[in-house]
C-alpha cells in the first residue's frame, strides 16, 4: 500500500516569512494531492490540492509543487499570518477512494 | 449550511458500553468515510463506502460497524468499548471530478471511554 512521510513535524516561523512543508510517496499509482489545514477543535479542511498531470499549483499565499519523478509534493506558505497557525496534513489517493494521509506538521506563526 | 454533520460532538462513557455515532452529508457525494485522530493527531481510515457499499474495510476490531442506509448517511456503532478507543473520530465524503478527489470532513466527535 501506500506510505506517506511529511516532514517537518513541527515549524516555527515569523510572521511575515515563508512555511514550506514537505511529503514524500511511495505508490506512483497516485495521481491527487490534497492538503488539509486542521485547526484546534476542528475537523480537517481542504485548503489546495494537486493531480499528477500538474506540477504547480496557486491559490494566493499558498502554493502546492508536485515531483512524480521523486515521488515528493510540498506546501508553500508566503507572507505567513497568525492565523495560519494550525496542523497541516498533506495526503496521497489513487483511482481507490483511499486517502493516505502524513503524519501532521504543526506550524505556528509568531506574531 | 453545514456540508457534513457530525453527532454528538462529545461522547463520555464507560468501558462495556454501547455508542453509535451519526454522519449525513449534503453535498451529493457518493462516498463517505470514517477516521480515527488518536492523540498524536494522526489520521487513520476505517471505512469508506460509495453508493451505500462497503469499499475499505481497514484494520478495525469487528466491535466497529458502519451502517449506511442511504447515500447521505454513514453512522459507526461501537460494540463494548474499550479504553483504546478514546480519540475523535471524523466522518467525512468525496466526490470525484475533473479537478480531483475533494474530500469533506466533519467536525469531529471526540469519545472518551472511561
Known amino acids: 500500500g501506500e506510505n506517506v512521510e511529511q516532514h517537518p513535524s513541527t515549524l516555527s516561523v515569523q510572521e511575515g516569512d515563508s512555511a514550506v512543508i514537505k511529503c514524500t510517496y511511495s505508490?506512483?499509482?497516485?495521481?491527487?494531492f490534497p492538503w488539509y489545514k486542521q485547526e484546534l477543535g476542528k475537523g480537517p479542511q481542504l485548503i489546495i490540492d494537486?493531480?499528477?498531470?500538474?506540477g504547480e499549483k496557486k491559490d494566493q499565499r499558498i502554493a502546492v509543487t508536485l515531483n512524480k519523478t521523486a515521488k515528493h509534493f510540498s506546501l508553500h506558505i508566503t507572507e505567513t499570518q497568525p492565523e495560519d497557525s494550525a496542523v497541516y496534513f498533506c495526503?496521497?489517493?489513487?483511482?481507490?477512494?483511499?486517502?493516505?494521509f502524513g503524519t501532521g506538521t504543526s506550524l505556528t506563526v509568531i506574531p | 449550511d453545514t456540508a457534513v454533520s457530525q453527532t454528538p460532538k462529545y461522547l463520555v462513557t464507560q468501558m462495556g458500553n454501547d455508542k453509535s455515532i451519526k454522519c449525513e452529508q449534503n453535498l451529493g457525494h457518493d462516498t463517505m468515510y470514517w477516521y480515527k485522530q488518536d492523540s498524536k493527531k494522526f489520521l487513520k481510515i476505517m471505512f469508506s463506502y460509495n453508493n451505500k457499499e462497503l469499499i475499505i474495510n481497514e484494520t478495525v476490531p469487528n466491535r466497529f460497524s458502519p451502517k449506511s442506509p442511504d447515500k447521505a448517511h454513514l453512522n459507526l456503532h461501537i460494540n463494548s468499548l474499550e479504553l483504546g478507543d478514546s480519540a475523535v473520530y471524523f466522518c467525512?465524503?468525496?466526490?470525484?471530478?475533473?479537478?480531483?478527489?475533494?474530500?469533506?470532513f466533519g467536525p469531529g466527535t471526540r469519545l472518551t471511554v472511561t
Open positions: 505508490d506512483s499509482a497516485s495521481n491527487y
Open positions: 494537486i493531480r499528477s498531470n500538474v
Open positions: 467525512a465524503s468525496s466526490q470525484d471530478t475533473a479537478g480531483g478527489r475533494e474530500q469533506y
Open positions: 495526503a496521497a489517493s489513487s483511482s481507490g477512494n483511499q486517502f493516505y
